[in-house]
């Protein structure tokens, strides 16, 4: 059985949040945590995307950022207490690439990795030049295909 692309919403205020995240970074990069929801049915496994927060690095340069477990921890319970949406969760990560290039080997490896820990599939998205988004899925270890959806205006 082959599984349909995910749909991704990114809804509210996740793209300013990610284009003034990556550039108050610059010239480095910069990432953190995307929080939302899931909305699975027979049809479609969609993720409602809200939130991109920053889980800061000081050693991030141009080309890296890292992740620091405890950082992020924190980093997500203050985000989800301030938030106060009832929905809200864990979906994925983010990082901004300073220049024009695509997930890595490194960062599909490293989502793969972090795809083992959860039950839905995790999304990872590179912020880009030009507030381009590039998104990416993992589900149980492997590769999953995303679509961006539009948004209804609805969320
Ligand atoms: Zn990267």
């Avoid at 550039?23 to 990432?31: C, D, M, S």
């Avoid at 695509?102 to 820990?117: F, V």
Wanted: hydrophobic share 40%.
């Amino acid at each position: 059985m082959t599984a349909a692309p995910i749909e991704v919403l990114l809804s509210g205020p996740v793209i300013a949040e990610l284009s003034s995240t990556a550039r108050a970074a610059l010239p480095n990069e910069t990432g953190g945590l995307l929080l939302g929801w899931w909305e699975t049915n027979d049809e479609v496994d969609a993720v409602i995307v809200r939130h991109a927060i920053e889980v800061p690095d000081r050693r991030a340069t141009p080309v890296t950022w890292v992740r620091r477990p405890s950082t992020a921890r924190t980093a997500l319970s203050r985000a989800l207490t301030a938030l106060k949406h009832p929905l809200l969760g864990y979906v994925g990560d983010w990082h901004s690439h300073p220049e024009s290039c695509p997930a890595s080997r490194q960062d599909q490896a490293s989502l793969l990795r972090t795809s083992l820990q959860y039950e839905h599939p995790v999304l990872l998205l590179i912020h880009l030049p030009g507030g381009v988004i590039d998104i990416a899925a993992g589900y149980a270890g492997q590769p999953r295909s995303a679509v961006r959806r539009q948004d209804e205006g609805a969320a």
